[in-house]
């Protein structure tokens, strides 16, 4: 039953994603491209029960301004099928991409059935993109598998995107990006490949930036092989920024807040998501949940946006006398709030925090003296606690943490805090490691082993370059980590160094 509510809610979603169904004399009815309008290919995402998000952007020469149109508004026709040859078409419908947004185009599809695969594509003028495959998530009561993989950090210039082809190969259900999508870095000489552009600042920047990534064909191939989750760390904005401070200490707020407004919106224009129109682009909220049944609450979280300035001027160092500041936030109060009472309410058997940073702490020095990051959970460790001890007495024993960020894939036990060494393991942590930032890796950074004494809640450490594969249901939990030798040059094998297991409502990892 549709409500007044959900009819007005809808309504203004559609009118603003269609951009406002813009005057018919003001459109291209016969767009001629130069190249190929859809060479940024498709992408699906954000998906539920009766509906998921459909993306593409028309770019038919990417790193030109607008991509290399022309700036008049172009229709954009799509459909939806049940089958891959598109005999039974399902829904179908026009919509409009303009420069405001980038030439992006998001639809989001209602009224599908839960549960099932469908096929997508576009057109505009006599141009075809490629099919994608998206999908909808079980009903809230139903009691389904889930197969899925993420990724995080894909510095494009130090190397080569085959983890990617290797996860489009796989059989998943979702795919989820913790962040570093793009990075903002001036091009460096002596990699495998070189950025286009200076050091990224304005929004024409990151869009051409967004474009230079999304031409690779590898990670084309993952996004159309099955909807993806994203959230963004600090690089789509700008190396460790904070709330509205930036790498650059003298920078103002305002000037911080102009680059997050263009790095938001190209990041909105860029991803296959459902993310509410905002006053201002450098509020865009993004923290979402995504529940798969009853089998999993997946809850996409926000470090960065929120967070207090890291303590101790950031870095990997012995704590300073700010550490530990009571009113230090990564998650911001709102969103904070936003997830406990999610999970207080929440049945489903895994309860999954799909974010950014390590959130176990992990100590380098060997020795008695403590040196932690601080720009990671560790350098937040009251809001850490307290975030973990509310884990531990609405998600005991089915807490799961998906984290990005640092280059190498790590395995934790996730206690309820860290503030007392009793406190009870209350689920885990798998960290991903790159699909390439870092180039080529190594089996292990060396102050790692010489530290784990220090550190028995580390279970697994790898410096190589790869990503996670999540096989769930609703007692087990099995955690694959994938790992590519080399990213230097194209052509890596893929291989499966390890696997832990989870059983639900049994603390501990167990080996695969």
């Known amino acids: 039953m549709t409500t007044r509510r959900d009819f007005l809610s809808h309504l203004s979603r559609t009118a603003f994603l269609a951009s406002a169904a813009p005057n ?28 998921v998000v459909l993306w593409t952007r028309l ?11 022309d700036g008049r508004r172009t229709p954009v026709t799509w459909e939806l099928a049940a089958d891959e040859q598109f005999a039974r078409i399902v829904q179908q419908g026009r919509v409009t991409a303009v ?82 999508y793009i990075y903002e870095y001036a091009p460096q000489q002596g990699q495998p490949r070189r950025h286009a552009t200076r050091e990224i600042r304005a929004l024409d920047d990151y869009r051409a930036r967004y474009a230079q990534y999304k031409t690779d064909l590898d990670l084309q191939a993952a996004h159309a092989r099955a909807p ?46 459902r993310v509410p129109r905002a006053a201002s682009w450098a509020d865009l909220t993004i923290h979402r949940a995504t529940p798969w049944g009853r089998t999993a609450h997946l809850w996409v979280l926000d470090t960065r946006q929120y967070r207090s300035d890291q303590p101790c001027n950031d870095g990997v160092k012995v704590p300073c006398a700010t550490y530990g500041a009571a009113g230090d936030t990564m998650l911001g109060e709102a969103q904070e709030r936003w997830l406990v009472e999610g999970m207080r309410a929440s049945s489903a058997h895994w309860q999954v925090l799909a974010q950014q940073v390590m959130m176990a702490p992990f100590d380098f020095d060997p020795g008695p003296a403590t040196r932690v990051s601080m720009d990671q959970w560790t350098g937040y460790p009251v809001a850490r606690d307290r975030l973990l001890r509310a884990c531990g007495q609405h998600a005991a024993g089915r807490t799961v943490v998906l984290t990005g960020d640092i280059h190498s894939h790590w395995t934790h036990e996730v206690r309820a805090g ?95």
């Open 418 to 512: 860290w503030d007392r060494p009793d406190r009870p393991v209350i689920g885990a942590e798998f960290v991903c490691s790159s699909i390439s930032s870092g180039g080529d890796g190594e089996d292990q950074w060396r102050e790692v082993p010489p530290a784990m004494a220090a550190n028995p809640d580390c279970k697994y450490h790898s410096a190589r370059r790869g990503y996670v594969r999540c096989e769930v249901s609703d007692r087990e939990w099995v955690t694959r980590y994938r790992t590519v030798p080399y990213v230097s040059r194209p052509g890596a094998p893929v291989e499966t160094p390890r696997t832990f297991r989870l059983e639900r409502g049994r603390t501990g990892l167990q080996p695969g």
């Open 228 to 273: 993806w989750l994203v959230t963004w760390d600090d690089h789509e904005v700008d190396n460790n920024y904070a709330d509205e401070v930036g790498e650059n200490g003298m920078e103002s707020a305002e000037q911080v807040r102009t680059r997050r407004a263009a790095a938001y919106q190209a990041w909105w224009e860029h991803m296959p998501v």
């Open 24 to 51: 018919a004399w003001r459109l291209e009815w016969r767009p001629r491209f130069a190249d190929d309008p859809f060479a940024l290919g498709v992408a699906s995402g954000d998906p539920r029960p009766d509906g």
């Open 59 to 69: 770019a038919p020469r990417p790193l030109e301004p607008e991509g290399g149109m």
């Open 99 to 180: 420069p405001e947004l980038g030439y992006s185009v998001h639809v989001d599809v209602p009224g599908l059935e839960p549960d099932r695969w469908y096929w997508y594509r576009f057109q505009t003028g006599e141009a075809k993109s490629p099919v994608g495959r998206a999908r909808t998530t079980p009903a809230g009561d139903a009691a389904r598998p889930l197969a899925f993989a993420f990724a995080s950090c894909q510095h494009f210039e130090s190397g080569y995107y085959t983890a990617f082809r290797h996860l489009a190969a796989e059989e998943l259900d979702l795919v989820a990006h913790l962040g570093d």
